[in-house]
């Protein structure tokens, strides 16, 4: 068959999202100047793929079970969808915030979109998970990034960050994001489905975490420590800071902060500059009161004292506002019933809150309940009360760092697409994929 679509230049750098809503693995080629297909990834039902290219750089989309082809695309950035039936692929202009489809799970119930964060980062979980968890989750997405650039917060949105809560009963491979790891190992003697919890990157830009653990009850593996700060901080630095230097500073830093020996080297905090990240992203926030794997860090002034480089990409990136995770966690870490006690008997749960703009108890307006459409406005959902304007943080967001300017404009230009839908290559899911393995 001779080639009827190749590459034809390198006139401008264009980002497709491969999103793949299908119930079907996709493998995506990009088209060479020969017309010849090379492959660069495969998608897997629930997962994403980010692909940098060209402009008049052709993809093409085959199921990766019968090679059926499904579409090609060539044009300006987009978000490439894949569906079950006819036509196959969607194809928006831009790169869309990611609006999961509502899966039915059998027992567990409807996996679907709880509820959207202010920032724009959705929670999903099936019906089985309790609306604590949601509310808890919804809250701590805001927290975290109330004092975080727009920058930073607009590629979440752009990279379809989304937080997953895996049910008490479930096992995190239950979720579609995860089937494909079902008893594929995780550490020496474990697979994925004994995992709590995992990072989000840009071959899967889902987070998770489980739901005993965000309710802080009965969580008898990780009952001192907040795993949804972790886990969404893997995603703040892999999809928030995505294409920015920051991601090398901070494997700058780590190789610093090793050779000072800052940090015992059996920890884990010290075992790549992922995990550095995460694990000192927990302490910013005061959201873990373990020692072993932080070495010791467990508050942000134990940052800044030890490493005040690492302390300064925190605060680029967080801010240096006044939430502490156990300000509003629904229960204490265990041992740590002291000073949580102390906080509600003084009113500071409601307080900070109320800072965020949020109801003292309820996030109003935040559970948009089955809400599976694609209501996003600006990367909010319409019905959440931002009328009101901005929360009243007691802190001015100020941060200025160079890497802002180098962002892309926030409203991409769309231009009608060519008349023939095609794709990219693809780096290669398979290679996030180990790294996330890595990850708890
Ligand atoms: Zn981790």
Redesign the pocket.
């Known amino acids: 068959m001779a080639p009827t679509t190749r590459s034809r230049g390198c006139d401008e750098a264009v980002r497709h999202r491969f999103d793949n809503d299908s119930q079907t693995t996709v493998d995506c080629f990009w088209l060479d100047y020969e017309g010849k297909e090379v492959r660069y990834g495969t998608v897997h039902p629930g997962l994403s793929h980010l692909q940098s290219t060209y402009r008049l750089h052709p993809w093409r989309f085959r199921r990766a079970d019968t090679g059926e082809e499904l579409g090609e695309y060539e044009g300006p950035d987009a978000t490439i969808t894949f569906v079950d039936g006819a036509p196959g692929v969607r194809v928006q202009q831009g790169l869309q915030p990611r609006v999961r489809p509502a899966v039915p799970l059998g027992r567990w119930g409807v996996y679907r979109r709880r509820g959207l964060s202010r920032r724009g980062v959705g929670v999903h979980a099936c019906d089985c998970v309790g609306e604590e968890a949601v509310r808890t989750a919804l809250f701590t997405v805001d927290a975290m990034l109330s004092q975080s650039p727009e920058s930073v917060v607009a590629r979440l949105r752009r990279w379809g960050a989304m937080v997953a809560l895996i049910g008490r009963e479930q096992k995190v491979t239950d979720l579609p994001e995860y089937a494909h790891l079902r008893g594929k190992p995780w550490g020496a003697r474990a697979t994925v489905d004994d995992c709590r919890g995992l990072?989000g990157n840009l071959g899967n830009p889902t987070c998770s975490v489980g739901e005993e653990n965000v309710t802080m009850r009965d969580d008898g593996r990780y009952g001192n420590e907040s795993i949804l700060v972790?886990e969404l901080a893997?995603s703040v630095m892999d999809l928030g800071c995505a294409e920015s230097p920051l991601q090398g500073e901070l494997g700058r830093c780590w190789e610093a902060a090793k050779a000072r020996g800052t940090y015992d080297p059996r920890s884990y905090i010290i075992s790549n500059a992922?995990?550095y990240w995460?694990e000192a992203s927990q302490a910013w926030f005061e959201a873990t009161v373990r020692t072993d794997v932080t070495s010791g860090l467990t508050s942000r002034e134990d940052v800044q004292r030890a490493d005040p480089w690492l302390a300064s990409l925190l605060t680029r990136v967080y801010g240096d506002g006044p939430w502490r995770y156990w300000h509003t966690s629904p229960a204490a870490f265990s041992g740590d019933g002291e000073r949580w006690g102390r906080a509600r008997a003084q009113g500071w749960d409601a307080a900070a809150r109320r800072s965020l703009g949020w109801g003292a108890d309820a996030p109003e307006g935040a559970l948009a309940g089955s809400d599976d459409r694609n209501d996003e406005v600006g990367g909010v959902a319409q019905g959440i009360p931002l009328a009101a304007g901005p929360p009243a943080f007691s802190h001015t967001p100020a941060f200025t760092h160079t890497e802002h300017q180098s962002d892309p404009p926030p409203n991409v230009v769309y231009r009608p697409p060519q008349p023939r839908p095609s794709f990219d290559p693809i780096s290669s899911v398979m290679t996030r994929l180990e790294h996330f393995l890595d990850?708890?």
């Open positions: 990072g972790h893997h992922g995990e995460a990850r708890i």
